[in-house]
């Protein structure tokens, strides 16, 4: 197949590249810096995580870049050029940047919508039929009730976004949703669970959330004092639980959907892991690397011994999911035929990955400050 990939610098994106090109399939970057720039990059972090580019890209044959512009007419082709872009490719894949501490640019600056709405109407163009493939999170389905969130494209529709992010990937899926059926694209919407690895961070590849709040905490923790330990009480919940899954499972599953032939319009899948991973174990692993003891209590008031101050967005956005109790549906996965194999989230599998981020202060440029205070700091749920 041919294959255009946007975002393919991201965490999941560079892992979704190499399943492309190991599957022998042909891949063109859709690139907003120097085509050659983003595919030498690609290579080149391939490389980082351990593939062997030789045998993944063979040479590079199989791998091209083009660039384009998300916020022009066309991407910034002209006419002729974009609808010459448009035949080129039998699937097309958005992979929206997360935040990415390292500054890398990526499509669209990460914006889901922004580059959904670009790109749609690329696949809806051509004479033949593309597909469209959407990268999105089980986050974006928002506040719902304890218990199955359901695969139902209904579900795009419903949903309480908590926080900017999860806004933000709700409404790009709700976008591919509406005119994936107006044009009569074959659309799937890839809600993947919260993705992680157990590989050290290096400084040239993007991180997972979980590795970018350990680099936060070890910024935090550098500047106390020696022998200083703290117990912080969050509000959560002991029996919680999230969604953590391995990236490259996710990768691979989702490579696997990209080769099944689909109908027109949106189709939701829940790339989930099979067993989620209790909160407390996942609390456990940044009690392991810092001198920190975190306590969940009932929701209500929680209080740190110590003022915090600088910590990008704050930390009100996470606490909802300290108390998460969800389960997923994945019909869509079995109609699909496709397997998430998945290896045990263990303590030791969290720690190997959140282990060295702590000490990546230098990727910040300004330290988040803590001081001991007489009066506690209080963090509303």
Known sequence: MDIALTGGSSFLGLRLAAEFLKRGHRLTLLATDDPATVRARLLRRLKLLGYPVETVAEDGADLDATYVDPEAPHLGLGRIGWEALAERFDVLWHCPAGLDISGAPDFAGGVPAKGARALLPLAARGSRTT????????????????????????????????????????????????????????????????????????????????????????????????????TLALPGDPEGSLNLLPVVSAAQAMADIGECAQEPGARLVHVVNGRNTPVSRALNAFEQLFPVRLKLRPPGAAYFPFEVRGLPGGLNGVLPYLRQHHSYETNALRDFGVPVTSPAVTLNYLVRGLRGAGTEAARFPEAPRARATAAPLTLAP
């Open 131 to 230: 597909a469209f493939h959407q990268v999105s999170t089980v986050l974006a389905h928002g506040a719902q009730e304890p218990g199955t969130v359901r695969e139902h494209c209904d579900v795009l529709k419903q949903g309480a976004p908590r926080n900017p992010y999860e806004k933000a990937y709700a409404d790009a899926d709700q976008y591919v949703d509406i005119v994936a059926a107006q044009y009569s694209v074959p659309a799937v919407v890839h809600r993947t669970g919260i993705l992680i690895t157990d590989l050290a961070p290096h400084p040239e590849l993007p991180q997972h959330s979980l590795a970018q709040a350990a680099a936060i905490a070890g910024r935090l923790f550098a500047t106390a004092e020696q022998g200083y330990h703290l």
